[in-house]
Every structure is written in structure tokens, then in C-alpha cells.
């Protein structure tokens, strides 16, 4: 028997009687002359019966081409997946299959170092080796045996490493270095270390380390922009929504504590220190205004309607922004103009209010109203310029003309109302451009049950430039001088202009002898049409002209008499009294 191709009778006694009788066919064929050259089927049949022995023939016999081995039913296997070997009709059912057992084709796999088994003597039913049958194990195919002499096969290389568990020896027809999965081979049976799924070889250790750090680093890089994002939004919606047991309200951001200087606020800022209101009383009423500081000396600017009430025993205070109050005492008034100056003493580091040019001024013109109207001090309000030279009269209360006052206004809508008297009404830099004074109400001007009529946005103030001439005399002199043209107007006249009445209050001549209006040629019964080529409607306007003017200052006048117009030039002239 030939040593390593048996296969012991007890794994498969039915698979083993088929062999054998295999085998008695090959030994029938040896002796024919097929000779150690027969197919590997018939060999590996031969071996696999009991007793079966490859036939031969003697060693001097001529060498013969090896017989075509018997085509399969089907295409081998290419994978040669035990236990199934060589496919074919004849091939029986895969026995048990255990680890360590003989791999596919029948041939066991050699243990590096193990010792050859040795083969059983040979028994009664065992077939005696012919001469010159060589025992060794069968050739490959591939190998060609030299002609006529039989070759035994070449023992093969002694591997550069161990047999790796799980993997088969080199297949039939296959390369050395081929190697097979096996099933059972172990977890090893894919190669001679651990895989990955790529194919890659396993990272070591440290390297397995890093990416494990990195790989943390990431998460927890992610995780806080995911958390960030999350807690922002769900912070964003408590506030909307005002989750929780208190309310909070939201609340712009500061805003910087500069102004413009042009702004109201910035305005309001420069003027407040310098403006004061003013509290009266008298026997017989009381009353409050406003006023502003006009030098260091404490001499103080107001409406004469305010100071009135006081007379000649009444009693002046003056409150400051900061809250300080004195003691106040006129200095001169005049009802014409509806000015009047108080001082006060004792009182340091006064702010005075720089006064501007009040013909400067323009329609649209911003301006900022401060008083203290119904006795609110320090009230700012805030408007336009509305108009220009607007003819105001007020007073009259007592009736004989005396407290009457005439002002070519300055018109405004920014609210004045009673208390705002006296105060100063202030340009875009803060500078003085009028005094408030008058406001057009909706009815008579008085409530029920004492009350007053507020603004309706119909205030007017006293132009600065002739208010600042007015100041100045009753601070020099003690009264202000008023520019006349030495006529008596009759001031019932319902026509369009102003005509010269026929006589005087006193019962003299209406036109005053040597006077202005007599050195240019004006008579009783002329009608006065225009000042300097403004018209006039009333007398009153007439006044309101001639007062916006000083002493000295030259008028051209267009005069109707007779149904006739003509134009006369006059110097005016002053006086000391309404």
C-alpha cells in the first residue's frame, strides 16, 4: 500500500467497499501495462479500497502516456469545498467531517516536523508491491516522468512558516503558494494574522489610542455647538413666550448720554440752567411766569403781564433749575412792549441765555419753547417758526387802552400755554430768538370754574431784537422809549388802512404840531395804506409797524386823500409813555 493514501476502513465502511473494488480494477489495469502512471481517480480509488493495490509494470518496461482521466458529469468545484473532492456519480455521501481529518482529494496535510506514519505490515489480503513498483506518492500531473523510467515525485519545499490552521494544502493543477479556506479551520483561516474587513491589517495598539482620542474630541466639539445651539433656542423661547412664575419685560439697550447740541435735548441741556420761573402775588391776585437770566448781575427778563400783578407792594420769588429760590424786585416795565425787567441778589455763578437775531429767523425754522405752564417748571416743548410779522394785540383789560400791547410776533406751534409768559423761545443753537408771550385760543380764552385755555398751536413771542432794545433802557433807564409819527388814529375805522382821526384823546389836533407826521405833510382824514411797502388793514397794524422800529428810524408811507394816493417819508420821533 502505498504510504499516506490509505484511509482507515472504520471512518465509512460503505465508502471503503466501493474502493476497494476500485482498487482490484487498477491492479488489472497495472498489469496490462498502464504501469504507476494511472489516473489519480483509479490511483486514489485504488487506495482507498481494502487491500486494493495500484497496478504496475516491472521497472524495464517500456514507460506508457498516462490514460485520459474520465470526464465529470458537471464542472469541478473551483473552490474545492471539503468534503466533497473530485465531483462525480460515483462519489458517495460527504461523510462527518472533523477538525484535523484528511483534507479534500484524500491527501492529508503534513504537520511541520511530524514523523511520517509507517504503513501496516502487509496482511493476508493485502496485495504484495510488484517489482519495480515504486511506493512513493503518485506525481502531479504536471510533472512529465523521463521515458521509461519511473520518477519519483520531488519531495516538496519545507515551508517558510508553520501550517496556519484552517487553510488546505496547494489545490490539483494550483500554484504552491495557493492555500483554501477551510470552515473549521479557526478564526486564522483567512490568512497568518487577524483581518480587517478591508483587508488592512489590525491598527496597533497606540495608534488605535489616537484615533480613539481624536474621534472623542470630535464628539465633544459636536456635541457642545449641537447643546449651544439648542440651549439658545429653547432660552430665546422662555423669553418670548415668558415661561416661568415671573414676568419679565423686555427692555431696550442704553442709549449714549450725549446729544446733538442741535437736538431738543441738547438744547433743553444748554437753556435750563439759565431759565427761572417766577411766582406773583398781590392784594389782589397772584399769578406765575417765566423768565430767563440775561446777565451775571441778576438782572432777569419777563413779560410784563407777569410782574403786574404785584404792584407796588407785591411780592417777586424766583425759582432756579436747581431748585433755589430768592427773593426778585423790578427793575422796569413797560406794558407797550409787554416787558418787563426784575433783578435778583445774591446769587452766584449765573448762566445768561445768549440772545440771536431774531430777523434772521425764517419760516419752518425749528425752535424749543421752556416754561412753566400751570406751574409746571422747566416744561420744554418743541415746534417750527409758523410765520413772520404777525400784527398781535394784547391786554385791555382795564379799558382805557393803557395795558394794550402791540407786537409784530413772531408766530409758533410749539405749545405755550399760561405760565409759559416770559420764557424763552430758542433757535437750533440754543439762542434766544423770542420772548412767549400770547396764544389764539378756541374760546374766550377763559374755562368755567376759574380754569384757563391751553394751546391750541396758535403762541406768539416778542422778536428778540426789539425786546434786547426794550431790556437795555429799562435797565439803563428805568423805562423804554417808543417810536411814534405824532398822529392820533381813529381806531374805529372799519376800512382797509389806517386813517387819522379828526382830533386827539385831549381834544386838540389829531396831528401833532412839529411833530413827524406834521413835518412830512400828513392831515386828519388821511388813510395810511402801507409801511415801507407793507400793507396795513387796521390801525392797530399800523402801531404793530411803527413799534418794530426805533426812534430815529425813517418810514416811506403811501397816503390816500381824496381818493388820491401819494408817498411821504418821515423820521420817527419817541415818547416816554404809551
Do not use: C
Amino acid at each position: 500500500m502505498n504510504e499516506g493514501n490509505g484511509v482507515p476502513p472504520q471512518r465509512d465502511p460503505e465508502r471503503a467497499a466501493g474502493a476497494g473494488a476500485a482498487g482490484t480494477g487498477a491492479a488489472g489495469a497495472g498489469a496490462a501495462g498502464t504501469g504507476a502512471a494511472g489516473t489519480g481517480g483509479a490511483a486514489g480509488a485504488g487506495a482507498a479500497g481494502t487491500g486494493g493495490a495500484a497496478g504496475a509494470e516491472v521497472g524495464d518496461t517500456a514507460w506508457t502516456a498516462p490514460v485520459e482521466r474520465p470526464k465529470p458529469l458537471h464542472d469541478p468545484d473551483p473552490y474545492s469545498t471539503p468534503p466533497y473532492g473530485e465531483p462525480g456519480p460515483w462519489a458517495p455521501a460527504p461523510p462527518v467531517q472533523h477538525p484535523a481529518a484528511t483534507p479534500a482529494q484524500g491527501t492529508p496535510v503534513p504537520v511541520l516536523g511530524a514523523t511520517a506514519p509507517v504503513s501496516p505490515a502487509p496482511g493476508p489480503d493485502t496485495a504484495p508491491p510488484m517489482l519495480g513498483t515504486h511506493t512513493s506518492t503518485p506525481a502531479p500531473e504536471s510533472l512529465t516522468p523521463t521515458l521509461g523510467t519511473p520518477t519519483p515525485a520531488p519531495e516538496p519545499p519545507a515551508p517558510l512558516r508553520a501550517p496556519v490552521p484552517g487553510l488546505s494544502g496547494p489545490a490539483e493543477g494550483g500554484g504552491a503558494g495557493e492555500r483554501r479556506y477551510d470552515p473549521w479551520g479557526g478564526a486564522h483561516a483567512f490568512g497568518y494574522g487577524p483581518l480587517q474587513q478591508t483587508g488592512a491589517a489590525v491598527p496597533t495598539q497606540e495608534r488605535r489610542g489616537g484615533r480613539a482620542k481624536r474621534l472623542a474630541l470630535v464628539w465633544t466639539v459636536l456635541v457642545a455647538v449641537v447643546s449651544a445651539g439648542i440651549g439658545g433656542a429653547v432660552g430665546a423661547y422662555v423669553e418670548r413666550t415668558g415661561l416661568g412664575d415671573d414676568v419679565r419685560l423686555p427692555q431696550a439697550g442704553g442709549v449714549p448720554a450725549g446729544r446733538a447740541p442741535d437736538s431738543v435735548a441738547g438744547i433743553a441741556a444748554r437753556a435750563l440752567p439759565s431759565v427761572v420761573t417766577l411766582h406773583v402775588s398781590g392784594a389782589e391776585e397772584a399769578g406765575t411766569g417765566t423768565g430767563f437770566v440775561l446777565d451775571g448781575q441778576g438782572h432777569i427778563l419777563t413779560n410784563n403781564h407777569v410782574v403786574e400783578p404785584a404792584g407796588s407792594g407785591g411780592r417777586i420769588t424766583v425759582t432756579f433749575s436747581s431748585g433755589e429760590t430768592v427773593k426778585a424786585e423790578v427793575v422796569g416795565r413797560d406794558s407797550g412792549y409787554d416787558l418787563a425787567v426784575v433783578q435778583v441778589h445774591g446769587v452766584h455763578g449765573l448762566t445768561p441765555l445768549p440772545l440771536g437775531n431774531s430777523d434772521d429767523v425764517e419760516v419752518g425754522d425749528p425752535v424749543v419753547a421752556i416754561g412753566a405752564p400751570f406751574d409746571l417748571a422747566n416744561t420744554v416743548t418743541s415746534g417750527i417758526i409758523s410765520a413772520k410779522e404777525r400784527p398781535i394785540t394784547a391786554g385791555g383789560e382795564k379799558g382805557d387802552g393803557s395795558d394794550v400791547s402791540y407786537v409784530d410776533a413772531l408766530q409758533t406751534d410749539a405749545p405755550i400755554n399760561p405760565g409759559n409768559s416770559g420764557g424763552p423761545l430758542l433757535d437750533s443753537r440754543a439762542e434766544v430768538i423770542g420772548i412767549n408771550s400770547a396764544i389764539r385760543s378756541a374760546g374766550s380764552g377763559s374755562e368755567p370754574k376759574g380754569g384757563q385755555s391751553g394751546s391750541i398751536g396758535l403762541g406768539f413771542a416778542i422778536p428778540v431784537n426789539q425786546a434786547k432794545r426794550v431790556a437795555e433802557e429799562l435797565i439803563n433807564d428805568g423805562h423804554a422809549t417808543h417810536p411814534v409819527i405824532g398822529v392820533t388814529l381813529d381806531m374805529g375805522y372799519t376800512g382797509d388802512g389806517a386813517r387819522i382821526d379828526s382830533r386827539s384823546a385831549g381834544g386838540g389836533p389829531a396831528v401833532t404840531e412839529g411833530g413827524p407826521g406834521a413835518r412830512a405833510g400828513l392831515e386828519a382824514g388821511d388813510v395810511i395804506t402801507e409801511v415801507d411797502s407793507e400793507r396795513v388793514h387796521s390801525g392797530e397794524e399800523l402801531i404793530v409797524k411803527i413799534r418794530a422800529h426805533r426812534p430815529g428810524d425813517r418810514l416811506r408811507l403811501s397816503v390816500e386823500r381824496d381818493g388820491a394816493e401819494r408817498r411821504v417819508s418821515l423820521v420817527l420821533g419817541a415818547s416816554a409813555h404809551n
